[in-house]
Nanobody
Framework: QVQMVESGGGLVQAGGSLRLSCAVSGRNFGSYAMAWFRQAPGKEREFVATINWNGYRTSYGDSVKGRFTISRDNTQNTAYLQMDSLKPEDTGTYYC???????????????????WGQGTQVTVSS
């Protein structure tokens, strides 16, 4: 059974930084693409960033390009999201996800991800 646990969320002032972590167990972490999505109250879940299985390919949503960085450590079975220059509109629950297929190149589509964490709350105050 796959377990995915996010951590690192919290309250931060606008302009600040946070680093989210997603620890994965129960599957061969190194062979799956990972992604981060977020959801604000009353809004649909939104793509934030994705990284392919070996970390060589990344992609970002337009609203976070140049501010967020996704990475992974396959020796630690962990994915990360470094968030800099945070804005109040970045507030929401952040979810990590693992792809359905092995050796995936990464995706911005929710349906391409079959395993999800429980989410971690990020609140950015103005």
């Amino acid at each position: 059974q796959v377990q995915m646990v996010e951590s690192g969320g919290g309250l931060v002032q606008a302009g600040g930084s946070l680093r989210l972590s997603c620890a994965v167990s129960g599957r061969n972490f190194g062979s799956y693409a990972m992604a981060w999505f977020r959801q604000a109250p009353g809004k649909e879940r939104e793509f934030v960033a994705t990284i392919n299985w070996n970390g060589y390919r990344t992609s970002y949503g337009d609203s976070v390009k140049g501010r967020f960085t996704i990475s992974r450590d396959n020796t630690q079975n962990t994915a990360y999201l470094q968030m800099d220059s945070l804005k109040p509109e970045d507030t929401g629950t952040y979810y990590c996800a693992a792809s359905r297929k092995s050796w995936d190149s990464g995706s911005s589509e929710r349906n391409d991800f079959g395993s999800w964490g429980q989410g971690t709350q990020v609140t950015v105050s103005s």
